[in-house]
């Protein structure tokens, strides 16, 4: 399944952002209306590659779905990431 | 000889099972209950790789935690047939320049789960001290 929410925060030390929230399919909808003319320039790009842009596209959809559960925090003294999807 | 113990040997005989997976087959009949019950926790499939690290470098103490879903890992693979077979090429020439002969058009869907497979069976372990001015390190890569 796609991941819906987003946790983000940066920061180092005790400069430590709050924890950030993002509704993800916000962000799909703010993308949309650039994805649609990107589409047949991209199918086109696949094309000159010789890439299948069929293959292309479903290989992309499972990456997407896949990042569901993924969680990236790393703490050291001069910087802190944490970036949580699910 | 028992009925069970033939069936496997004919699998054998007939092609139809690999020395390894009937050698799989003959340590589970042999140990019986026990062998079942060790595989029982294996039948629940692997979700996610995990990393995590702590070191501790002269700035202080860094600590790393990764989860990585295995269906992405999976997705990740299956991205490698997509690649054209000239930067398949290009890709496989790069990594042996670094050492690492491996051949990506070896992945095929086929053999792809038996990679994932494999890979949820990994498990690294690595508990390094901080002795002659180095730095103390704990790594743990395992699937869960």
Redesign the interface.
């Known amino acids: 399944m796609i991941p819906v929410l987003a946790g983000l925060r940066f920061g180092a030390g005790s400069r430590r952002s709050p924890r950030i929230w993002i509704p993800l399919p916000l962000v799909w909808l703010l993308l949309l209306p650039f994805a649609i003319p990107l589409l047949p320039l991209s199918v086109a790009a696949c094309l000159i590659?010789?890439?299948?842009p069929l293959?292309?596209l479903g290989?992309?959809w499972?990456?997407a779905?896949?990042?569901?559960?993924?969680?990236?925090?790393?703490?050291?003294?001069?910087t802190s990431i944490l970036i949580t999807l699910r | 000889m028992n009925g069970e113990r033939r069936q496997v040997l004919q699998l054998l005989a007939d092609g139809q099972v690999t020395t390894d997976e009937a050698e799989r087959l003959l340590a589970t009949l042999e140990g019986g209950e026990t062998a079942l019950a060790v595989q029982e926790p294996d039948a629940r499939p692997a979700?996610?790789l995990r990393v995590q690290a702590d070191t501790l470098d002269e700035?202080?103490?860094?600590?790393?935690?990764?989860?990585?879903?295995i269906?992405?890992?999976?997705?990740?693979v299956?991205?490698v047939?997509?690649?054209?077979p000239?930067a398949q090429e290009h890709i496989n020439r790069a990594l042996r320049d670094q050492g690492l002969p491996f051949d990506l058009t070896q992945i095929k869907p086929e053999n792809l789960d038996e990679i994932i497979d494999q890979l949820c069976h990994l498990t690294v372990d690595i508990d390094q001290a901080a002795h002659g001015g180095g730095e103390a390190a704990r790594v743990r890569i395992f699937c869960e």
């Open positions: 590659c010789s890439i299948p293959q292309a290989a992309l499972q990456i779905s896949g990042l569901g559960g993924t969680h990236i925090e790393v703490d050291a003294p001069e | 979700r996610y700035g202080g103490p860094v600590k790393m935690n990764l989860r990585v879903p269906q992405l890992l999976r997705a990740g299956k991205l047939g997509v690649i054209p000239q």
